[in-house]
T-cell receptor
Framework: QKEVEQNSGPLSVPEGAIASLNCTYSDRGSQSFFWYRQYSGKSPELIMS????GDKEDGRFTAQLNKASQYVSLLIRDSQPSDSATYLCAVRGTTTGNQFYFGTGTSLTVIP | KAGVTQTPRYLIKTRGQQVTLSCSPISGHRSVSWYQQTPGQGLQFLFEYFSETQRNKGNFPGRFSGRQFSNSRSEMNVSTLELGDSALYLC???????????????FGSGTQLSVL
C-alpha cells in the first residue's frame, strides 16, 4: 500500500464549475497535509496546508481534512483555465524522520 | 526573499558518466531534500540533509549520494549513470527544525537530466 494515494485522473471540468480532488493516506499519526500545484514543465508550488480536521479556505481553494477517515481533499471553486495543472497531495509522515510523502498527482483540465 | 535555486537547469549525459547537481535553499532554511520525478513514478524521495547531516534516505541505490555544506547549500551526485536515471531532479528546502505547522517544502525549478 502506498503512503499517499490519489486518483490520477485526468479530471475535466467546465470553466466556472467546482473541481474536487481527493487523497487518502496510510499513516494514521500524520499531522500535516499539503496540496501542491504543478504546471507542465514546472516545479510543484505549495497552494494549501491543513493540520486540523475540517475545512480551510483560501480564496477559491478549500482544503478538507478528515483524520478519522485518513482523507484529504481540495475543492477549487469557479474553476479557471489557469487552474489546469497536476495537483499533488503531500503528507508529512511520523516515522523515518518525518519524511514528506507525495501522491502521484491528479491531472486537472478546466475547459473554457 | 530569494527562492530555492537549482543549477543547472538542463543536463545531457551519456551512460556511465557521473553528474553533480546543486541546490541553494531559501535563506534561513537548514533542511534540503532531493526528489526524483518521472512521469510514471511521480515524486520519489531521495534523501534529506539537515545541518550537514543526512537525516533521512529513500530507497535509491548507492550511486545516488549527496552532501550539505555549512551554508546549507546541497549537492547531489549520481555516478555511473543509467538510462533510467533520466528524470527531473527537484530540490526542496524547509526550516527543518520547526513545529509541524511551519514545516513546509518549497521547491526549486529542478534540473532536467537526460541520459543518452
Amino acid at each position: 500500500q502506498k503512503e499517499v494515494e490519489q486518483n490520477s485522473g485526468p479530471l475535466s471540468v467546465p470553466e466556472g464549475a467546482i473541481a474536487s480532488l481527493n487523497c487518502t493516506y496510510s499513516d494514521r499519526g500524520s499531522q500535516s497535509f499539503f496540496w501542491y500545484r504543478q504546471y507542465s514543465g514546472k516545479s510543484p508550488e505549495l497552494i494549501m496546508s491543513i493540520y486540523s480536521n475540517g475545512d480551510k479556505e483560501d480564496g477559491r481553494f478549500t482544503a478538507q481534512l478528515n483524520k478519522a477517515s485518513q482523507y484529504v481533499s481540495l475543492l477549487i471553486r469557479d474553476s479557471q483555465p489557469s487552474d489546469s495543472a497536476t495537483y499533488l497531495c503531500a503528507v508529512r509522515g511520523t516515522t523515518t524522520g518525518n519524511q514528506f510523502y507525495f501522491g502521484t498527482g491528479t491531472s486537472l483540465t478546466v475547459i473554457p | 526573499k530569494a527562492g530555492v535555486t537549482q543549477t543547472p537547469r538542463y543536463l545531457i549525459k551519456t551512460r556511465g558518466q557521473q553528474v553533480t547537481l546543486s541546490c541553494s535553499p531559501i535563506s534561513g532554511h537548514r533542511s534540503v531534500s532531493w526528489y526524483q520525478q518521472t512521469p510514471g513514478q511521480g515524486l520519489q524521495f531521495l534523501f534529506e540533509y539537515f545541518s550537514e547531516t543526512q537525516r533521512n534516505k529513500g530507497n535509491f541505490p548507492g550511486r545516488f549520494s549527496g552532501r550539505q555544506f555549512s551554508n546549507s547549500r546541497s549537492e547531489m551526485n549520481v555516478s555511473t549513470l543509467e538510462l533510467g536515471d533520466s528524470a527531473l531532479y527537484l530540490c526542496a528546502s524547509s526550516p527543518g527544525a520547526g513545529t509541524a505547522t511551519n514545516e513546509k517544502l518549497f521547491f526549486g525549478s529542478g534540473t532536467q537530466l537526460s541520459v543518452l
